[in-house]
């Protein structure tokens, strides 16, 4: 009798879900395949001439005229297009003791 409601407890604990969890970021590390190239956004940052302007068709510096695999992820989960980051340039550090 002990087996059988232990059985019974089990089961009903994996059963029971816990609910989905939201999310608010998606991170992809990866290599050529979901980098679609950043050197427009760091020659905006540093104010110098794009070395590599968008040619038709591409737009914003990307260097892919389409979805790459990490926007459609974000697409399938938030149902919106992923944005890339723009983060400003690092100044350079010159205290290393203090870990800047």
């Known amino acids: 009798m002990a087996h059988l409601r232990r059985v019974v407890v089990l089961a009903f604990v994996c059963l029971v879900s816990p609910p989905a969890a939201a999310f608010s970021n998606l991170f992809v590390f990866g290599d050529s395949i979901v980098d679609a190239g950043n050197t427009h956004d760091l ?8 070395p590599t302007p968008a040619a038709s068709g ?3 510096g990307r260097f892919t005229n389409g979805l790459n695999p990490a926007d459609v992820l974000s697409l399938s989960i938030t149902g919106a297009n992923s ?3 723009r983060s400003p340039p690092i ?4 205290a ?4 800047c």
């Not at 100044?91 to 010159?94: D, V």
């Not at 290393?96 to 870990?99: A, D, E, L, T």
């Open 43 to 50: 020659a905006i940052a540093f104010g110098v001439t794009d």
């Open 58 to 60: 591409y737009f914003d």
């Open 96 to 99: 290393f003791r203090q870990g």
């Open 83 to 85: 944005s890339p980051t």
């Open 91 to 94: 100044p350079p550090c010159t």
